[in-house]
T-cell receptor, first 111, second 113 residues
Framework: GQQVMQIPQYQHVQEGEDFTTYCNSSTTLSNIQWYKQRPGGHPVFLIQLVKSGEVKKQKRLTFQFGEAKKNSSLHITATQTTDVGTYFCAGGGNQGGKLIFGQGTELSVKP | KAGVTQTPRYLIKTRGQQVTLSCSPISGHRSVSWYQQTPGQGLQFLFEYFSETQRNKGNFPGRFSGRQFSNSRSEMNVSTLELGDSALYLC????????????FGPGTRLTVL
């Protein structure tokens, strides 16, 4: 079945450094979504990408959807301690309409 | 609008017992999906209900079942609990379907002893 792989599993950065997490699907996706889960919290929707090659920005966060619609990335510029949490990608639309989540990347930021 | 609510928030059961978890979606949302979250396996899709019908199902044994009521509230049942069922069970609602933006509830933390 469809699989969504996400790397790295953990990332420790110094505050102010950049951070990137990558997501790869075994099949073509109709859309990719990104969620953030703070420690002890629940996943919160960040963004959805639909078009091939799409790039979207939210302040210091940049999201990309690959040309083949099989991979995606989230880049955070100049991390802050408020960025701490686990970032999940989720691919949707091609497996009977369900979302398949990646394993998540846990980001820790040292002040 | 009120967010997604889940009850109970914490639950301790013993092996062999059964458990029922409840989820109330955001008002107007007809799609409710359930996920199991564990440290080793991440977020695993259990099933999705839309207008009282199960529309999608993940790769979980038949011990995991669910239903949705006419008011869109949903319940999930796990029978014959196993130690490996210990996890955070998250419910998410959507106004358009299980592969669109999901609004998650706080989850039910189930511990099986």
């Amino acid at each position: 079945g469809q699989q969504v792989m996400q790397i790295p599993q953990y990332q420790h950065v110094q505050e102010g450094e950049d951070f990137t997490t990558y997501c790869n699907s075994s099949t073509t996706l109709s859309n990719i979504q990104w969620y953030k889960q703070r420690p002890g919290g629940h996943p919160v929707f960040l963004i959805q990408l639909v078009k091939s090659g799409e790039v979207k920005k939210q302040k210091r966060l940049t999201f990309q959807f690959g040309e083949a619609k099989k991979n995606s990335s989230l880049h955070i510029t100049a991390t802050q301690t408020t960025d701490v949490g686990t970032y999940f990608c989720a691919g949707g639309g091609n497996q009977g309409g369900k979302l398949i989540f990646g394993q998540g990347t846990e980001l820790s930021v040292k002040p | 609008k009120a967010g997604v609510t889940q009850t109970p928030r914490y639950l301790i059961k013993t092996r062999g017992q059964q458990v029922t978890l409840s989820c109330s979606p955001i008002s107007g949302h007809r799609s409710v999906s359930w996920y199991q979250q564990t440290p080793g396996q991440g977020l695993q899709f259990l099933f999705e209900y839309f207008s009282e019908t199960q529309r999608n199902k993940g790769n979980f044994p038949g011990r995991f079942s669910g239903r949705q009521f006419s008011n869109s509230r949903s319940e999930m049942n796990v029978s014959t609990l196993e130690l490996g069922d210990s996890a955070l069970y998250l419910c998410a609602s959507s106004n358009r379907g299980g592969y669109n933006e999901q609004f998650f509830g706080p989850g039910t933390r189930l511990t099986v002893l």
